[in-house]
């Protein structure tokens, strides 16, 4: 991660700037809203509205009043460089920087964390989308270079496929195209990264591969999500066993044989394709037992020979020849016609 040094102490600025406010209630009310008390906790409009039996709504105008009384102030003018020195780190980190990222940049003291968080709120040059359903709570320089940002993370996400993932590199590339159209120049990798993260609809898998957040390739809930993500890595059937070892091995998870053999049997994202082995549903094998791929085959196809039965449902289950044979002699399921052919009943 980025690490910037900043020259001024936020608790010291924010002591000068909290003295602005005369009235008692409204210094009262900043430094509870900002977690500025002895306690470092952060309270909402509700709670402070409550001890001062006022509304939430007062609480609100209390506190922009107070807000916009520092930015009046001589300490205000007078602090200035401190200020723009904020606004050089946010430039620095592209202009928009997500706020818990800004943050963890700048200090990793919660304490100190209320501080900045207070100055950002009273800096004029500042401004933030909060936390939504689209981008996490970031903070920036220029509305309109924020909204280009976001613009171009919105066709990003649009261009995705559910299914598929995508190296890092990859996303960024495609990323970096979006802006260009969104008349965007950046080229610095970890800049790319950091918007990238503003967006909660795109996110990245433990194996550092990118798609959209709700994929299955994405999201890690579980071991049958990390089943899924071992077996894709690996692009062919897997017995169970093996797949709880490279669990293990790829992201440092207690994975039990037994356990992974259970989990890779409830989910219909994986299909049995023989002793032990295991396949994903979305590279094509046909679910059910060994009969059942027959039927399936003899259906699409009509009537085939045994050779040709055989050398089909190899492709989907990983058996002896003598098991497929042993199923066609089942006649309440195949017929065996005079040509040497089979169907099914």
Known sequence: ???????????HITKRLIGVIENERARDVLMRRYGLTASDAIETLESVGQSYDITRERVRQIENHALQSIQKSADYQDLADAFRELADVIEQLGGVAPQDELLDILTKSPKERNHLLFLLHVGDAFDKRKDGNEFVH???????????????????????????????????????????????????ADTLLRWLSLSKKIASNPLGEWGRATSPSVRV???????YLTLKRHGSPMHFSEVASQVRTLFGRNAHVATTHNELIKDPRFVLVGRGLYALAEWGYSKGVVKDVIKELLRARGPLTRKEIIDRVKRERYVKDNTIAVNLQDTDAFVHLDDGRYEVV
């Open 1 to 11: 991660m980025t690490e910037i040094q900043i020259t001024f102490k936020p608790a």
């Open 138 to 188: 970031h903070w920036y320089l220029d509305t309109a270079h924020a909204k280009s940002v976001r613009a171009a993370l919105r066709s990003l996400y649009s261009s995705l496929n559910e299914h598929i993932v995508l190296p890092e590199d990859e996303m960024v590339a495609r990323y970096q195209e979006e802006l260009m159209r969104a008349k965007v120049a950046q080229d610095d």
């Open 221 to 227: 809930k579980g071991m049958r999500d990390l089943a």
